[in-house]
């Protein structure tokens, strides 16, 4: 966590708002529990600008095509 996260990273979606890593922790959890037998994964590079990262991410099959296509800011 630490080397892809400030300690006080904050993260938003519809769904939740945490800031630190125990809380990106229990959130990656939750979401990994809830989807389980699939995969997280970038679909493409990140892009960064102004302390705020956007990025397409894929959720499937392992090895597999997606099943769902997102972007998060």
Do not use: C, N
Not at 2 to 28: H, M, N, Q
Not at 35 to 56: K, M, Q
């Amino acid at each position: 966590m630490a080397k892809v996260f400030a300690e006080d990273a904050v993260y938003t979606d519809p769904l939740v708002s945490v800031r630190g890593w125990e809380g990106l922790d229990a959130t990656i959890a939750a979401v990994q529990a809830q989807f389980g037998g699939l995969v997280l994964s970038l679909g493409g590079a990140v892009d960064a600008h102004h302390s705020v990262a956007r990025f397409t991410w894929h959720l499937g099959p392992e090895g597999a095509e997606p099943v769902v296509i997102g972007f998060s800011r």
